[in-house]
């Protein structure tokens, strides 16, 4: 078993069914309206990935029991993340689910990272559900960049063995006015790999990192 709590905390980067977050007994109150339901079309800019809303915060999702247990630091103090993840939608053949707040207690970032595709020596498998989340991640969030390097794929173990030792990379880059998102397939070995999804509130992310930065040039 993979530790996915330390993939998720390290990261730098849809079924159909849908459930109502406020039936998951979240509360009302004056400051904290009741979750809405996400599941109707046209969808809003505040709409994030997975039947959430980037303007959830990380009470109210405590409160519906979406997310819970202990969080744990991420980029130092700047922010936190939870891996016990009840997310109201969700691909079938995801793995691990990680919510990201800031200090303030916004949601900055969602996560994913997909069952292992294994004894897949050439990668076929693998990119075939790659490219299906490609076009499915492209109708909400317009592609800004690919980066698969097809000169790599000259061989049933070649192509995985240049993304484990990083020769290589397979990757696209999601890029809205809202959010941002990354697609990359990840190796696990010469035989074996997944896919991981990273999806960012841009303001929020681009807030946080200059306050990292700021941090590094104080103590440099």
């Not at 997975?50 to 029991?65: I, K, M, R």
Request: glycine share 8%; charged share 30%; aromatic share 10%.
């Amino acid at each position: 078993m993979r530790n996915l709590r330390s993939w998720g905390v390290k990261c730098g980067l849809v079924a159909v069914a849908v459930c109502v977050l406020a039936s998951w007994g979240c509360t009302a109150t004056e400051d904290e309206p009741e979750l809405p339901d996400f599941g109707e079309l046209p969808r809003s800019k505040e709409d994030a990935v997975f039947g959430l809303s980037w303007s959830h915060t990380e009470q109210q999702l405590l409160a519906a029991n979406v997310i819970s247990g202990k969080s744990e630091p991420f980029l130092g103090k700047l922010g936190r993340m939870y891996s016990e993840v009840k997310l109201p939608r969700h691909f079938n053949d995801a793995e691990w689910y990680g919510v990201f707040f800031n200090d303030k207690g916004q949601m900055i970032r969602v996560a994913v990272l997909g069952e292992p595709f294994k004894d897949d020596p050439s990668g076929e498998k693998v990119r075939k559900r790659y490219e299906e989340l490609k076009d499915v991640i492209s109708r909400r969030i317009p592609i800004a960049g690919v980066f698969e390097d097809k000169a790599a794929w000259t061989g049933k173990t070649n192509w995985w063995a240049s993304l484990k030792d990083g020769r290589t990379h397979w990757a696209t880059g999601f890029r809205g006015d809202v959010m941002e998102a990354v697609l990359e397939i990840k190796a696990e070995s010469d035989r074996a790999g997944s896919y991981s999804l990273i999806v960012d509130h841009l303001q929020r992310m681009k807030e946080i990192n200059g306050i990292s930065e700021q941090d590094d040039k104080s103590v440099f």
